[in-house]
């Protein structure tokens, strides 16, 4: 039985008589089925990510899938002659993503047997269910974000970053400073919302108390002229990574409080949290406002942990905290801000908005 619960992150296509009409080291000519070429452009507009698995030789697959203009599609590309069941592995952990978000198809049954004998969290299709697959639940996920529609492009960019990070001689900031990163944090935007969402629901790295505030509620708090919701975006020389973080900050009178503070980890490695906390920091000190934050450990954030104790934000009883009353749960504590402004980041060069004055 299909497994319906997750939604897929990545599709991996067979070649022959799958993806395309035709066996390409047989026949004169493969063809492309405008149905297919339909859904592989639909797949790819809702966020899937898309790879070809393929037993042929690469420049001429390749060659092939140009000239049908779809190659574009298609990252991390495995076509070669080993099993498929290892190809589909090495694609899963270059993503990063789990076996159960990933499906597979082809038209031959012992490929597909071998592919889930191996991996079996992997969801395995008949090439002849490939023009349903759009009408299946779990190619439908649930939001269609505005990074959803840009995901294969971002994630191109980020392989060809990691490619010339190999290559790269030389201490890692100054690689950092090569990238040209540019921060920009931001009142969110009706249409960032979705996508904000997204990021207090299924970021757990770098999450500062696991929190998840839903869109309607987002929405509501976007209105409420005593909170905040900024987003926080990146860019480098690669290509945009989208919508990196979240802030939710409520405003009192001389009180700043930091409900929640979550960054994508996809940005861990260029200190996304540090350099937004340090931002905040800088403009609670401006305002003249002491600064608490809302923080829960857990066994995966330890990373904002830190992040938070190098801000200066550490354990207190003082008035302004208790001044707050109870947590939205029990095991969130509140850390107060003991430090003053943080230098600006040498690697990253931040862009912002500036807050307005209502309850400094």
């Known amino acids: 039985m299909t497994d319906t619960s997750t939604i ?9 008589n799958t993806l395309w009409n035709g066996t390409l080291l047989e026949d004169e000519q493969v ?27 690469h420049g001429q697959a390749w060659a092939r899938l140009e000239q049908l203009g779809i190659a574009e599609y298609f990252v991390l590309p495995e076509i070669g002659w080993g ?3 290892k190809a589909v592995e090495r694609i899963a952990r270059r993503l990063n993503f789990a076996h159960r978000a990933i499906a597979f198809i082809d038209d031959q049954p012992a490929e597909r047997a071998e592919v889930a004998y191996h991996l ?4 395995c299709y008949p090439a ?14 649930a939001a269609d974000t505005v990074d959803s529609r840009r995901r294969r492009a971002m994630y191109q960019a980020g392989f060809r970053r990691d490619a010339e990070r190999e290559a790269f001689e ?16 931001g009142r969110a935007t009706p249409e960032e919302l979705t996508r904000v969402e997204e990021l207090t629901l299924r970021t757990s790295q770098m999450n500062a108390t696991g929190v998840h505030y839903p869109d309607a509620a987002l929405r509501a708090l976007t209105a409420d002229p005593a909170h905040e919701v900024l987003v926080t975006t990146l860019t480098d020389r690669f290509g945009p990574h989208g919508a990196v973080g979240v802030i939710l900050l409520e405003r009192h009178p ?41 923080f829960r450990r857990t066994d995966r954030n330890r990373m904002m942990e830190v992040a938070y104790r190098f801000a200066g934000f550490e ?34 060069r931040l862009e912002t908005s500036e807050l307005a004055p209502t309850g400094a």
């Open 254 to 294: 001389g009180l700043w409080h930091l409900k929640l503070l979550a960054t994508s980890c996809r940005v861990v490695s260029f200190g996304a949290g540090s350099v937004i906390l340090n931002w905040l920091v800088d403009r609670a000190a401006a305002a003249g406002a002491h600064l608490v934050a809302d």
């Open 128 to 141: 002849e269910a490939a023009r349903t697959l759009t009408g299946l639940p779990e190619f439908r996920p």
């Open 83 to 85: 099993p498929k069941s």
């Open 315 to 348: 354990e207190s009883s003082c008035a302004c905290v208790r001044a707050l009353g109870g947590t939205e749960r029990d095991d969130v504590e509140r850390l107060h801000l003991v430090a003053g402004p943080r230098p600006a980041s040498t690697t990253v």
């Open 170 to 185: 030389g201490p890692d900031e100054d690689f950092l400073r090569s990238l040209e990163l540019v921060m920009r944090i």
């Open 8 to 16: 897929v992150k990545c599709l991996v296509w067979d070649l022959d």
């Open 31 to 57: 063809l492309l089925d405008a149905g297919i070429r339909a859904v592989v452009t639909e797949l790819d507009s809702r966020g899937i990510l898309q790879s070809v698995c393929s037993r042929n030789d």
């Open 120 to 123: 079996p969290d992997v969801r």
